[in-house]
């Protein structure tokens, strides 16, 4: 009963909230994707990385206080070795990857094609946002691909190219790092040490880089500066429903639909417990978490970290209805005698 009033209530804030589109990030600049663009290009004409992102946050009146307030090298100088159009194709190759190493791990569904290809449209359709033609400046979009790619690819056997993609998105932009701590924490549960080991190790490696570019990020930056805004704001699930809007299904789609669906995805995302489905379930569950608390409203494209993600709740959303409607059927003194795991427990996403 708890989970059906919570799945209803959330429906219904949805459906009341202020359907006014967010404002693009930032309003006082020039944009995110245009001042990345200007760092990479200052960065192929021979400038340092750290003078040019000052520089362009800046001229374009962006803050430089916290030293989070300022990316984290590795994309920019990564673009800035090649041209923006090999970028843009790397990125549709990373998107292409990711989508093949999903289909891969479900290969054992194909004899049921409805769902497996059910599968397949969902993570597409939160895929599709890396294929826009101006989404390669954007670092949450690479980190999105890369931890839906890190957590596709691992296995409780094999675990290591896992790991060394979601360091790499967490080295990226920072906002990936708690799904690092997910897939150390469940590695640990799981009594694998080793695999838990690695993790750590992983976090342990991203807490030097970031601390490497605090420091390098606080020889550049002078009192003067300004400082950000705080995130701290308490957006509550207005925010969260406007970083869900990445994705293809709800592009052009009316707003009731976003505040239907998400919430039908988190529900199914709940009920599972396969290896795989634990760590998706956690590493979506994490950031929305985290949504509910953190972020401004110009912040609502965080959600790139996990649009891939999110809409696999979908498929697991009718079993987990049916469940809570049987329950609702249930006599309070039968519930004991009823084998409810049976109806709507089977974990849809896979092993």
């Not at 192929?44 to 800046?58: F, M």
Request: proline share 7%; net charge positive.
């Amino acid at each position: 009963m708890a989970t059906l009033l919570l799945l209803l209530s959330l429906i219904a804030l949805g459906l009341t909230r202020d359907a006014a589109p967010p404002q693009p990030p930032p309003t006082d600049g020039i944009g995110d994707l245009a001042l990345y663009s200007r760092v990479v290009d200052r960065l192929r004409h021979g400038e340092g990385y750290y003078a040019a992102i000052t520089g362009e946050l800046r001229a374009n009146s962006y803050p430089l206080r916290p030293f989070v307030a300022v990316r984290p090298p590795a994309l920019s100088v990564a673009m800035a070795a090649t041209s923006d159009g090999v970028i843009r194709l790397a990125l549709a190759a990373l998107a292409a990857v990711t989508f093949a190493a999903w289909a891969w791990r479900w290969r054992g569904l194909r004899g049921e094609p409805l769902r497996y290809t059910a599968l397949l449209l969902l993570l597409g359709s939160g895929l599709a946002p890396a294929l826009a033609p101006n989404a390669y400046p954007l670092h949450e979009v690479w980190a999105g691909l890369l931890i839906a790619l890190s957590l596709a690819l691992r296995r409780r056997n094999s675990w290591w190219l896992s790991l060394a993609i979601a360091t790499l998105a967490a080295l990226l932009r920072e906002l990936a790092a708690p799904y690092l701590v997910v897939m150390a924490v469940l590695a640990l549960k799981d009594g694998c040490r080793k695999e838990a080991a690695g993790w750590f190790g992983g976090l342990a490696l991203f807490a030097l880089a970031l601390g490497w570019h605090a420091l390098e990020v606080s020889s550049v930056v002078s009192a003067a500066d300004p400082g950000s805004p705080p995130w701290l704001r308490f957006g509550g699930w207005s925010f969260v429903l406007q970083t869900a809007s990445w994705n293809l299904m709800l592009a052009a789609a009316p707003a009731w639909l976003g505040a239907v669906l998400l919430p039908l995805a988190l529900l199914g995302l709940s009920t599972l417990r396969s290896a795989l489905g634990l760590r998706l379930a956690l590493t979506v569950a994490g950031h929305t978490i985290g949504f509910l608390i953190v972020g401004r409203p110009n912040n609502f494209y965080w959600g790139l970290m996990i649009a891939p993600l999110w809409p696999l709740g979908l498929l697991q959303a009718w079993p987990a209805l049916r469940r809570l409607g049987h329950e609702l059927r249930v006599l309070p003194a039968r519930r004991a005698a009823t084998p409810m795991a049976a109806v709507g427990r089977a974990d849809l996403i896979g092993k």
